[in-house]
C-alpha cells in the first residue's frame, strides 16, 4: 500500500518537474527573442526612420535655400545642412557597424520598389547599406553645392530685376524705330517680352535669344542715324538681361541634379526601412506567437497534472477507506465472538 502511494506522489512530482522544465525552456526561448529584438531589429528599426528622417530633413532644407531672400538665411541653412548631413552619416556608421553584422544577411523587400530599379538592386541588408552610403556621399555633396548655387542665384536674381527692369526701358525708348520695319520690330518685341517675363530656359533660347536676333537683325537694314544708338541700347541690355536670366534658369536645373540624387537614396532607404519594419513585424508576430504557445502548453500540462493529483487523491482516498472499512469489520468480528464466549 505504503509503495503504490509513494509511487503515486512521485508520478505527480514528475508531472510539477516536467511542467517546470517545459516552460524553463519556452521562456528560455522567447528571451532569446527578446535578446534579438532589443539587440538588432528594434535598433535597426529605429536607425531606419531617423536615416529616412534625417534625409528629408536635407531634402527640405535645401529647397528652402532656393527660396531665401536673404544671404542670412542661406548661411543658416547650410550651417543646418552640415549638421543633418553629419547626423545622416553618424546614424549610417551606427547601421553598418559590428553590432548589427548578424542582420546584414537579412533579405531585403523589394516591394514598392520602381519597376525600373528591382532588377539592379542590393538584396540583402548588408549590399543595401554600402550602397546608401555611396549615395549618401553624392547627395552630400550635391546639396552643399546647391546651397552654394542659390547663394549664386540669390545674387543673379537680384541683378536680373534690375537688368531686366533696365531693359523694359531701353525698349520702351527704342519704339520709334518700329516705324522703318513694323514686322521686324514686332519679332524683336517678342524676344525682349520672353526674357523680361519666361522661366523656361528652351523658350529663353529659341522665342528669346532667336527672335530678338531676326527682328535685331532686320532693324538693322533699315536703321538710321537716329534709331542706331536706340537700337544698340537694347542690344546691350538684352545680352545682360539673357545671360543673367539663362544663368537663374541653369540654376534651377543644377538643383534638379540634386533631386536626382535625393529620390535616388530616398528609394533606398524606403526600401530599407520597410525590410527593417517587416522584420521587426515578425519578430513580434513571432515572440507573442512563441509567448501564447508557452502559456497553452504550461496550461494544459498543469491541467493534466492537477487532474491526476486530483485522482490520485481520490484513489489513495478510496484505498484508505477500504482499508479502514477492513479494520473495523475485524474489530466488530471480534468484538462478537468475545461476547458469545
Known amino acids: 500500500m505504503l509503495k503504490r502511494i509513494l509511487g503515486s506522489v512521485g508520478v505527480l512530482v514528475v508531472g510539477f518537474v516536467l511542467v517546470v522544465g517545459l516552460v524553463y525552456l519556452e521562456l528560455r526561448a522567447i528571451i532569446g527573442i527578446i535578446e534579438i529584438e532589443g539587440t538588432q531589429r528594434i535598433p535597426i528599426y529605429r536607425e531606419a526612420v531617423k536615416v529616412r528622417n534625417q534625409a528629408d530633413d536635407v531634402r527640405s532644407a535645401v529647397a528652402r535655400g532656393f527660396l531665401a531672400v536673404r544671404e542670412g538665411d542661406l548661411d543658416q541653412i547650410r550651417t543646418d545642412v552640415s549638421v543633418r548631413l553629419k547626423d545622416l552619416q553618424d546614424s549610417l556608421q551606427i547601421l553598418t557597424s559590428p553590432a548589427f553584422t548578424p542582420a546584414h544577411a537579412s533579405p531585403v523587400v523589394l516591394t514598392g520598389l520602381p519597376s525600373d530599379v528591382t532588377n539592379d538592386f542590393p538584396r540583402n541588408i548588408g549590399s543595401l547599406l554600402q550602397a546608401?552610403?555611396?549615395?549618401?556621399?553624392?547627395?552630400?555633396?550635391?546639396?552643399?553645392?546647391?546651397?552654394?548655387l542659390a547663394k549664386t542665384q540669390m545674387a543673379n536674381r537680384t541683378r536680373l530685376s534690375q537688368e531686366r527692369l533696365e531693359l523694359e526701358r531701353s525698349f520702351r525708348g527704342s519704339l520709334e524705330a518700329q516705324t522703318a520695319d513694323p514686322a521686324g520690330f514686332q519679332v524683336m518685341a517678342r524676344g525682349v517680352l520672353t526674357v523680361l517675363h519666361s522661366a523656361s530656359i528652351q523658350d529663353l533660347n529659341f522665342a528669346g535669344?532667336?527672335?530678338?536676333?531676326?527682328?535685331?537683325?532686320?532693324?538693322?537694314?533699315?536703321?538710321t542715324e537716329t534709331s542706331k544708338p536706340l537700337l544698340d541700347d537694347v542690344e546691350s541690355r538684352f545680352g545682360k538681361a539673357f545671360e543673367t536670366a539663362a544663368a537663374v534658369l541653369a540654376s534651377g536645373a543644377d538643383f534638379q541634379g540634386f533631386e536626382t540624387h535625393a529620390t535616388s537614396l530616398q528609394i533606398k532607404i524606403g526600401a530599407l526601412t520597410r525590410t527593417a519594419e517587416t522584420e521587426f513585424d515578425a519578430g513580434q508576430a513571432h515572440l507573442g506567437a512563441r509567448s501564447d504557445r508557452t502559456s497553452k502548453l504550461s496550461l494544459a500540462i498543469s491541467c493534466i497534472c492537477m487532474v491526476t493529483g486530483i485522482g490520485i487523491a481520490i484513489w489513495i482516498a478510496l484505498r484508505l477507506t477500504r482499508q479502514l472499512a477492513g479494520v473495523v469489520r475485524d474489530v466488530n468480528e471480534g468484538a462478537t465472538q468475545v461476547g458469545v464466549a
Do not use: P
Not at 546608401?132 to 552654394?148: G, T
Open 132 to 148: 546608401i552610403r555611396i549615395n549618401q556621399e553624392a547627395f552630400a555633396a550635391a546639396a552643399l553645392r546647391s546651397i552654394e
Open 209 to 223: 535669344r532667336t527672335r530678338f536676333n531676326e527682328g535685331l537683325k532686320a532693324l538693322r537694314k533699315v536703321q
